[in-house]
Nanobody
């Protein structure tokens, strides 16, 4: 059973920084993609940042230059460093990973952590 547990959310002033962590447990041979999504009330969940098994990363235009995704394979943890935070970054942030096995996609989500940015 794969579990993802996020931490690091909180309340911060505009311009501040937070680092989110996602601890991954369970038996996983190889992960194809890990990412951070966010969702605020009344809006669709959106991809904020993602990193592939090959190390390639992608970011939403709104966070480029401010957020950085990274992974520590030894700790089975993926991070999201968020700098220069803005009130519009306020949302629940979710960790996600998926991998393919035998033609089937296995998709896992964390429970979410709230990030609130005050102006």
């Amino acid at each position: 059973q794969v579990q993802l547990v996020e931490s690091g959310g909180g309340l911060v002033q505009s311009g501040g920084s937070l680092r989110l962590s996602c601890a991954i447990s369970g038996s996983i041979f190889s992960i194809d993609f890990m990412g951070w999504y966010r969702q605020s009330p009344g809006k669709k969940r959106e991809l904020v940042a993602g990193i592939t098994n090959g190390g390639g990363s992608k970011y939403a235009d709104s966070v480029k230059g401010r957020f950085t995704i990274s992974r520590d394979n030894a700790k089975n943890t993926v991070y999201l460093q968020m700098n220069s935070l803005k009130p519009e970054d306020t949302a629940a942030y979710y960790c996600n990973l998926y991998f393919w096995r035998g033609g089937t996609k296995f998709d896992f989500w964390g429970q979410g952590t709230q990030v609130s940015v005050s102006s």
